[in-house]
């Protein structure tokens, strides 16, 4: 058995540290199964050897955390255990010095949440095509428009596109009532979802009666040249290799253009390609244009929809490795 003490500056690290009923603390012990308690401004750990290192570790990353002014949640904790298994503890300094992106209505920074998010921003800000390619709830869409925001706020473009292709994953569009816009909106609500969230709805309206923000379905995008525009092209995996084509090639002087999606999650006919998967193969290497690929790691949904996207990927390799 090992003892290991850590020392802690100020009673509201470890207000923050031990977390609501002790629970950030015994996801800790849960985990790495030791014993962790608090004594005269010291944590002290108790268990094996092993175990306790890596506890100190996860502990001594948390404290960055705390310390950055950021409160604890599953998710970060979750997080920072997967980075204590990976070695990649000592890059916590990257996470906690990443500059704020843009700030919500509410006043809600927002900055990146993991390494992986922390990468695609970059590559978001360098280049002036990026390609984001990653399972549901890393944050690929959200991110995006807050970048868009923020370069649309710092007038640095002049106004905002949105799209995405209106592709029936199991449902018709003809069942739908409405006009052909009523429509599609549902298709496009989760990125008026995010602008709200970053602009109010107020703005937001106020805004799109401008014409500086427009979300519309990719069809829309046909014939057009797009300057001074910051474009993002969302669910890019329900693009046909044309539409992909098409879409790329509406790209102007003086804008930005984003396009993310999920390869494993495309509902295509079965007769049709994705674009997005061709243009992950063959725009490789070429400058200006950055390829970022998330993972399950990057996932800052609810805990489960990290483990759901695991076990459908074992699956996948199960079912690859039979065939």
Same mark, same amino acid.
């Given at each position: 058995?090992?003892?290991?003490?850590?020392?802690?500056?100020?009673?509201?690290?470890?207000?923050?540290?031990? $977390?609501?009923?002790?629970?950030?603390?015994?996801?800790?012990?849960? +985990?790495?199964?030791? &014993?962790?308690?608090? +004594?005269?401004?010291?944590?002290? *750990?108790?268990?094996?050897?092993?175990?306790?290192?890596?506890?100190?570790?996860?502990?001594?990353?948390?404290?960055?955390?705390?310390?950055?002014?950021?409160?604890?949640?599953?998710?970060?904790?979750?997080?920072?255990?997967?980075? !204590?298994?990976? $070695?990649?503890?000592?890059?916590?300094?990257? /996470?906690?010095?990443?500059?704020?992106?843009?700030?919500?209505?509410?006043?809600?920074?927002?900055?990146?949440?993991? @390494?992986?998010?922390?990468?695609?921003?970059?590559?978001?800000?360098?280049?002036?095509?990026?390609?984001?390619?990653?399972? =549901?709830?890393?944050?690929?869409?959200?991110? #995006? !428009?807050?970048?868009?925001?923020? =370069?649309?706020?710092?007038?640095?473009?002049?106004?905002?596109? @949105?799209?995405?292709?209106?592709?029936?994953? $199991?449902?018709?569009?003809?069942?739908?009532?409405?006009?052909?816009?009523?429509?599609?909106?549902?298709? *496009?609500?989760? @990125?008026?979802?995010?602008?709200?969230?970053? /602009?109010?709805?107020?703005?937001?309206?106020?805004?799109?009666?401008?014409?500086?923000?427009? &979300?519309?379905? @990719?069809?829309?995008?046909?014939?057009?040249?797009?300057?001074?525009?910051?474009?993002?092209?969302?669910?890019?995996?329900?693009?046909?290799?044309?539409?992909?084509?098409?879409?790329?090639?509406? *790209?102007?002087?003086?804008?930005?253009? &984003?396009?993310?999606?999920?390869?494993?999650?495309?509902? /295509?006919?079965?007769?049709?390609?994705?674009?997005?998967?061709?243009?992950?193969?063959?725009?490789?290497?070429?400058?200006?244009?950055?390829?970022?690929?998330?993972? #399950?790691?990057?996932? !800052?949904? +609810?805990?489960?929809?990290?483990?759901?996207?695991? #076990?459908?990927?074992?699956?996948?390799?199960?079912?690859?490795?039979?065939?």
């Amino acid at each position: 058995m090992m003892e290991l003490l850590i020392d802690i500056e100020r009673v509201e690290q470890l207000v923050n540290l031990f $977390g609501n009923l002790d629970e950030n603390i015994k996801r800790l012990e849960n +985990h790495y199964n030791v &014993v962790i308690s608090s +004594h005269s401004g010291q944590i002290k *750990l108790i268990g094996e050897t092993i175990d306790v290192t890596n506890a100190s570790r996860a502990i001594k990353c948390l404290l960055e955390i705390i310390n950055k002014g950021e409160n604890l949640t599953a998710q970060n904790i979750d997080y920072v255990i997967n980075m !204590v298994a990976d $070695g990649d503890d000592d890059k916590i300094s990257r /996470l906690t010095n990443a500059d704020c992106i843009c700030v919500t209505a509410k006043g809600k920074p927002i900055k990146p949440k993991t @390494l992986g998010q922390r990468k695609y921003i970059e590559a978001i800000r360098k280049n002036t095509i990026t390609i984001g390619v990653g399972p =549901a709830g890393t944050g690929k869409t959200y991110l #995006a !428009v807050a970048l868009a925001v923020n =370069a649309f706020r710092a007038k640095q473009v002049n106004r905002i596109i @949105l799209t995405r292709p209106a592709v029936e994953a $199991g449902e018709k569009l003809g069942f739908l009532p409405g006009d052909l816009q009523q429509k599609v909106d549902p298709y *496009l609500r989760p @990125l008026y979802d995010a602008l709200y969230d970053m /602009l109010g709805a107020e703005n937001f309206q106020r805004c799109q009666e401008r014409g500086d923000i427009e &979300v519309a379905p @990719l069809a829309y995008m046909r014939g057009r040249t797009l300057d001074d525009s910051f474009i993002i092209l969302d669910e890019a995996q329900n693009t046909t290799q044309e539409q992909m084509k098409m879409f790329l090639t509406r *790209l102007g002087f003086n804008s930005k253009a &984003v396009v993310t999606g999920d390869i494993t999650q495309i509902d /295509l006919p079965g007769d049709k390609k994705s674009g997005l998967k061709q243009a992950v193969q063959i725009l490789k290497g070429i400058d200006d244009i950055a390829i970022t690929k998330l993972t #399950a790691k990057d996932v !800052v949904r +609810h805990r489960l929809v990290q483990e759901i996207i695991n #076990a459908y990927e074992r699956n996948g390799e199960a079912n690859e490795s039979k065939g």
